[in-house]
C-alpha cells in the first residue's frame, strides 16, 4: 500500500484522468453471500471464514493473478494507517471505522477493489479513467463471477434481485458514478440549480469524498440514487445521458468564461499555476481549487505540465492529508504538514 | 528621454537603490534670480530670456558635460509626453500643468536635474540612491555655485535669505527627502503613529508621487516642512535623525515579522513573486504592493533575482502608467496596459 514503485502504476496516474470533465467511472456491486448472515448480524468466526474464502476464490483466480491483487486483514489497523486508502477511494470511511474483522482485496493499479464485512458481505468496486463507464462495469461483471464461479453463493430473490443490508442497495445492487470536474459550473453557481435536477431523474451529486462531504477542487460525483427496479442497463443508461448533459453545461461554460471574460479568466489560471510553483504553506482546500484552476489551465492548453508523468487528479489524490502524511512517512502538525503540501507541489508540478 | 541604452543608464538601475531601507536621497534647492520677476509676474519674453541664460550657463560648464546634461524646451509638450518623467520624479506636475515658457535641464542618469519657471525661477534637484543625502547636497551645491559663477544672480535677502515664490520655501530654499519602502510599518499599521509624531520634528511623510499622493507599494518620502530659521545644516541632521529612527523602526518591524510570524510572511513573499512571475493582468496598485513584497524576498536574502541587472525600485518606475505607456511605444486602454504590465514584469524578473 505504499512505495513510489507501485504509486506510479495506480491508475490515477494516467494521463487520461486529466484529458476532459469526467475524471473517472466507477462502478459498484453490493453483493451477500446465502450461507453466511448478514454482516449486522454474523459472528467474528463466520466473518474471519467468510472473508477466507472470498480472498481465496479471488486470489486464486488467473484474473487476480495478472492484475496484482493482494488481500489486506485490516481488522487491528488503526484508522490513520487506512486513511490513505480512504482518501483515495479503495475503501469506505464506513469500513474503516468498523470494529471487528474486515478486510480488503485489491490490484496493483488501486482501480479494483473489493471490501470485505462492510455494510454488505462485499463491496466489489471497479474505477476507470475518463468516462469509461463501460470498461468499469465490465471489471466488475469480471470480479463478480470469477467469485461465484468458485463456489460463492450470492442472495438473490427472484422478485427483488440481490439482497442487501441496506434496501436502498437491493435490486441490482449496483452504483454507477462519475467523478466530475465543474469548475465552470461552480464559478457561475449554475451548480445549485443543477443538483435538485438531477435529483427528479434519480441522479446524485456529491463532494469529492462521496455521501455527505463538500465539494474540494469542483470535483462532484454524480451517481444513481435507486438500484431497483431498474436493470443494470437502464441505471447506466441513466448515468450516461445525465453525465453526457451536465459535460456539455460544464464545457459550454468553460467556453463562455474564456471568450467572454477571457482575459480575467487566464490572468487567474496562471496566477493559480504561479501560487502552486512558489508557495511556502498550503492548506488541503485552497490546495485543490488552485489545482483545480490548473487543470483547465492544462486542459484548455493554456499552459503546459513541466512533468507530464504527474497527473492533477493525481496530485489532488497526493495533497490529501492522509497521503501527503504517509509520503512524509512521520508524524506532523497540521502547520508543518501544510509547509510539506507546499514542498510537494513545487516539486510535482 | 526615451531609448533604452539611455534607460540603463538611469540612477535607479543602481543595485544600490535595493539595498537597504532607503532607496533614495534627494535635495531639492528653490532659487530665483534678482534680475528677473518672480515667475508669477515674468512676461512671456522674460521667461524665455531667464531660461536661455539658464541653459547657457550650466551647459557651457564642464560638470554639465562631464554628466551629460541636456536641455528640453517643454513649452509646448502635451503633458502626456511628460508623464513619464513626472513618475520619475524629475518633472513636477505643477511644472507639467503650467501654460507658457518652462524648461528642463536634465543629465544622463537623471539624479541631477533643474526645473525652468517652475513656482521659483529654477528648482536644482539631486537624487542619490539610498540614504547618500550629503552626496546629493553636495551636486546640489555644485549646480548651484555652477549657476553663479556663470553671472547669474539670486534673490536673496540678508534677513530672509533665498527669496521665494511661497514663503515656506523662504530661506534655505531646501526640501530634504528620502524615500523610504516601509512595508513591514505599513503591515504592522505603526506608520499611521509614525506620521503625527514625526510632524512635531517639523518632517513630513507623503507617498511615493508627493504631495497629496497615497503611498503605492509601501514607498514614503520623508522630509523637511520647515526651510526658514534653520541653517542647512539643521535640516540635513534633522532628515538624518529622523531617517534614522525610522529605518531602525522599520528593520524591526520586519524582524519581527520574519521571526514571530515567518512561515506566514515568508509565504506571502514567495506567493508575490510567483504572482508577477506568471499573471497575464497587473494593475499598477497590485504591481506596486507584489514588487513591495518582492524587495523585502530579495533584500531578506529569501530569495534571488534572477536578472541583476535590473532593480525592484526600477521596475516599480516602469510600470507606472506613463512609462509603460512609453515602452509599449503606442496607446493602449487600460485592459491593454494591464496585460502589457503583467508581460513586462514576467520578463523582468
Not at 66 to 90: A, C, K, Q, Y
Not at 192 to 198: D, E, I, R, T, Y
Not at 321 to 337: F, M, V, Y
Request: hydrophobic share 35%; net charge negative; proline share 3%.
Amino acid at each position: 500500500m505504499g512505495g513510489n514503485k507501485e504509486r506510479n502504476e495506480r491508475w490515477f496516474m494516467s494521463p487520461f484522468v486529466d484529458s476532459q470533465v469526467a475524471i473517472s467511472a466507477r462502478i459498484r456491486f453490493a453483493r451477500n453471500f446465502e450461507d453466511y448472515p448478514f454482516p449486522m448480524k454474523i459472528t467474528g468466526e463466520d466473518a474471519r471464514k467468510m472473508a477466507k474464502e472470498t480472498a481465496d476464490a479471488v486470489l486464486g483466480s488467473g484474473f487476480a493473478l495478472d492484475e496484482g491483487f493482494r488481500f489486506f486483514d485490516i481488522s487491528n489497523n488503526p484508522i490513520e494507517t487506512l486513511l490513505p486508502l480512504m482518501e483515495r477511494h479503495v475503501l469506505s470511511s464506513q469500513l474503516a471505522q468498523k470494529q471487528g474483522v474486515k478486510g480488503l482485496l485489491l490490484n496493483s493499479k488501486e482501480n479494483l477493489s473489493i471490501m470485505l464485512n462492510e455494510e454488505d458481505h462485499i463491496r466489489i468496486q471497479s474505477i476507470y479513467p475518463g468516462d469509461n463507464i463501460d470498461n468499469a462495469y465490465e471489471s466488475a461483471e469480471i470480479m463478480e463471477a470469477m467469485i461465484e464461479e468458485r463456489g460463492c453463493r450470492y442472495a438473490y430473490d427472484h422478485e427483488y434481485g440481490y439482497l442487501t443490508s441496506c434496501p436502498t442497495n437491493t435490486g441490482t445492487g449496483l452504483r454507477a458514478s462519475l467523478m466530475l470536474h465543474l469548475p465552470a459550473l461552480e464559478a457561475s453557481k449554475f451548480i445549485s440549480k443543477l443538483v435538485p435536477a438531477l435529483g427528479k431523474f434519480g441522479m446524485t451529486v456529491r463532494g469529492i469524498h462521496g455521501e455527505g462531504s463538500e465539494s474540494l477542487g469542483a470535483v462532484y460525483q454524480l451517481s444513481n440514487q435507486i438500484t431497483l427496479g431498474k436493470s443494470e442497463q437502464e441505471i447506466l443508461q441513466q448515468l450516461k445521458s445525465s453525465a453526457a448533459h451536465v459535460i456539455s453545461q460544464e464545457n459550454n461554460a468553460r467556453e463562455k468564461l474564456l471568450t467572454e471574460n477571457g482575459l480575467k479568466y487566464r490572468d487567474r489560471l496562471y496566477r493559480s499555476y504561479g501560487i502552486l510553483k512558489h508557495c511556502r504553506s498550503l492548506d488541503i482546500k485552497e490546495g485543490m481549487d488552485l489545482l483545480s484552476d490548473v487543470r483547465i489551465g492544462f486542459l484548455s492548453r493554456i499552459y503546459e505540465m513541466d512533468r507530464p508523468d504527474r497527473t492533477i487528479y493525481g496530485l489532488m489524490m497526493d495533497i490529501q492529508p492522509g497521503n501527503l502524511a504517509a509520503q512524509a512517512g512521520k508524524t506532523l502538525t497540521s502547520e508543518e504538514l501544510n509547509v510539506y503540501r507546499a514542498d510537494f507541489i513545487r516539486e510535482a508540478l
